[in-house]
Nanobody
Framework: VQLQASGGGLVQAGGSLRLSCAAS????????MGWFRQAPGRERELVAT???????NYADSVKGRFTMSRDSAKNTVYLEMNSLKPEDTAVYYC????????????WGQGTQVTVSS
């Protein structure tokens, strides 16, 4: 499966963005989808996950500000990001996983999010 993230951009602190991750085929059989981010000089980190059953988990750094959702009919997952902070600046990627510890590595190009102070 190919995944393509989009929706990034430049936003001021406190602003919002909605990221999309479109899959090239059905995501119904995928156990878990995740959003990751990687800032310059830092390791890629898991930001949010959603299972095929709809259960969601978030990194502590984004809880209460980010919301992940999925539209299986459109083979797309989303990441709604509110109250953005400069430390949210990173390239955001999506991936499919067998579990929240085993990821398949379908990263794609990612989408850049830049939050200015």
């Amino acid at each position: 499966v190919q995944l393509q993230a989009s929706g990034g951009g430049l936003v001021q602190a406190g602003g919002s963005l909605r990221l999309s991750c479109a899959a090239s085929e059905s995501i119904l059989s995928i156990n878990v989808m995740g959003w990751f981010r990687q800032a310059p000089g830092r390791e890629r980190e898991l930001v949010a996950t959603i299972t095929s059953g709809g259960s969601k988990n978030y990194a502590d750094s984004v809880k209460g500000r980010f919301t992940m959702s999925r539209d299986s009919a459109k083979n797309t997952v989303y990441l709604e990001m509110n109250s953005l902070k400069p430390e949210d600046t990173a390239v955001y990627y999506c991936d499919a996983g067998v579990s929240d510890r085993t990821w398949l590595g379908f990263w794609g190009q990612g989408t850049q999010v830049t939050v200015s102070s």
